[in-house]
């Protein structure tokens, strides 16, 4: 399970394209997705019209050296999902957040790179296994104790609703995905084996066909407004009060 | 004059949620950000506001200080003890307030059950339950009758 390219056994039924061209669907559809959310939701106007009015209140010019160091501060804080108050939050995004970076370029490299050869270098189908459990954990952790619907707002850990197309997607897909093949490495059994993969690619497709109305896009509109945030508190137009300059504890 | 939220900054923590006695913030359902379900029976107790790690809800003040089209927002440094405003009013002008809300660190009032549970003598006594040591001062002051 750790050591062969799972994707290989589909090549006895169908060359290795039609998996290419799937995942080539797949980025489509997110691309596509992400921008009929921007259109849908006017994000796009929105993020103009915050410029302008920043811009306008603006009490100095943020040179561009300052935009760059800017930008990169807001991608450190990204990096380590920084914007979070909560550490249990922080730490199942960052699960979810690197092991769908790992889960996904080792899927792409070993369908594009290595297709229909079961000896790929050891460490990608570990590496693809590693970031699937890491979205597991990180995603199970997430739905059943950390959704704020159910740890504030009353709703039952088994409460599904349109905010939980993403996660619910995502969590099913890496699911049926190690079951997958952990069922065709360990049992001859084709049926499961298909079944199992059935429901992989349904909960995939679903995931990534599903971006305009699910919270897929988050991922690209929080960054977004992070950067906005950090120009506006650095050319003085920002609406929020600045830090006081006295600190009133004085006993403990 | 209800709160909203500006769901670009609200990170879902569900603070609002807990801390607001009308029950009236609430987790949208396709979104995941808090907002408030009855801006008609929010008290404008500004809990929510002070209360948000992200500074995420704005409140409309009244208009005794600020006319229509104002915004009011707030920074709460509990490791300062303070709390600060900033109104920027419909034509461009700004104000701010600093208002000190505490001399101790946050969460560094012990709470009735972490003291000792006082002696029955204690009924018969002038003083409240721990005192003078819970005000920090060795005895309380008294009247001398002498000079008064």
Known sequence: MFTNNPFTALTDFWPPLVMQVY?????????????????????????ARRKAQSDAAATRQVSAGETASLAMKTIAEAAVSGEFCKWPRRLSHLLMMYGFFIYITTTVVMVFAYPGTAHVPAILPALWTIGA???????????????????????SAFHLGRADLFVGSLIASVAFALAWDYVQTTYANPTATWILFGLYIFFTTLLFGAVRWSKFAHMFFKPAVAYQRRVEEANGSSDLPRPSTENYIVRS | MPTYTDMTRCDGCGECVDICPSDIMHIDPVYRRSYNIEPNFCWECYSCVKACPQNAIDVRGYADFAPLGHKVRVLREPEKGVISWKIRYRDGRLKEFAFPIRTTPWGSIKPPQDYEKPDLSAIGSQMLAHEPEALHIDALPTINKTKA
Do not use: C, E, P, Q
């Open chain 1, 23 to 47: 995942i080539v669907l797949m980025t489509l559809a997110v691309v596509g997705g992400t921008l009929l959310d921007v259109y849908h939701k006017g994000s796009a106007k929105f993020f």
């Open chain 1, 133 to 155: 459990s890491m979205i597991l954990v990180g995603g199970l952790w997430f739905f059943f104790f950390l959704r704020v619907n159910v740890a504030y707002d009353g709703d």
